[in-house]
């Protein structure tokens, strides 16, 4: 497919499968070539995204799966209580919440099987039964499943402490609340090539500041601003990260995400950012829940 000038090169990167693209002129002639590494570096670095244009990017390797997947082991946390969309989650674990034609975790399922991978543990403990008795082994989605069972809740990365054995490759940790268009596979291709030992993948959130701001240098005036909008880069809860990481999580503890990135940190391991400019959202509250059921209502694919 082609994309035509006046589009942003974010846009290629959620049309187009691959994450190595042709960049062409108006002629059709190649002038070089565009990889999604390359632009998700970009975006970190400027305040307006839109700023990033390419004149037409051809796709070599159109629709489906990712033909060439990245070696990795998934790991996707779903023992949450979902205490927020209570009553829903008395009854029914968060993750098999209905959104649209199917439940949300088995719409991740989907979504790893099209990102290339097919090692997927699930970190199990409320109504750990319903989950284990709906995904099964995997298999109806082209995945191996297996679980790893919480006694007690051990959160978002005390669970990797029950593996049975280190990984040989990049370890992706995924929350179970989530709907979103992105490609794993990308943010792995992303983590490898910076050399990463944590990825984190974020999301850009934007406030506009409801009155004019003035920019002081002691009480000297040196700008004013009329109601910016400021922008943050925020958690998504995405992460990949290197099988070494394991030896910073204590066993049986409960444990974060955010304390391992910090561990890494304080131990000089390098620890980047993955922007994510695909539609991405965390069901965590009956608003973001109501969204995510517009979203397909309306017609709306990821």
Request: charge should be negative; charged fraction near 20%; aromatic fraction near 8%.
């Amino acid at each position: 497919m082609s994309v035509h000038s006046d589009d942003f090169a974010i846009d290629a990167l959620q049309r187009l499968p691959a994450g190595f693209d042709v960049v062409v002129d108006g002629d059709g002639t190649t002038v070089g070539t565009l990889s999604d590494v390359n632009v998700r570096r970009a975006l970190l670095a400027v305040d307006d995204p839109t700023a990033l244009r390419v004149t037409d990017v051809l796709d070599p390797e159109p629709g489906g799966r990712r033909t060439t997947p990245a070696p990795a082991t998934v790991v996707v946390m779903a023992g949450g209580r979902g205490e927020r969309l209570r009553p829903l989650t008395d009854h029914l674990p968060k993750p098999l919440l209905a959104v649209g034609r199917t439940t949300i975790l088995e719409r991740l399922m989907e979504r790893l099987f099209e990102s290339g991978f097919s090692d997927v543990w699930l970190a199990v403990n409320y109504m750990a039964d319903k989950i284990e008795a709906t995904i099964g082994d995997g298999s109806q989605w082209g995945l191996c499943v297996r679980y790893l069972r919480e006694d007690v809740p051990l959160h978002t990365a005390g669970a990797l402490s029950l593996l049975p054995e280190r990984p040989e490759h990049p370890i992706v940790i995924l929350n179970a609340d989530q709907v979103t268009g992105l490609s794993f596979a990308r943010m792995v291709d992303y983590h490898q090539a910076e050399a990463a030992a944590v990825t984190i993948g974020v999301f850009f959130h934007e406030e506009q500041v409801r009155y004019g701001v003035v920019d002081l240098d002691d009480n000297v005036v040196t700008g004013m601003q009329e109601k910016p909008t400021l922008r943050w880069p925020c958690n998504a809860g995405f992460y990949v990260i290197d099988p070494g990481m394991l030896d910073l999580v204590p066993p049986a503890t409960s444990f974060t995400m955010v304390e391992l990135a910090e561990a890494a940190m304080a131990a000089g391991h390098k620890v980047v950012a993955f922007p994510i400019v695909e539609t991405w959202l965390d069901i965590g509250n009956f608003d973001d829940l109501n969204t995510a059921l517009m979203w397909f209502v309306t017609g709306e694919e990821l």
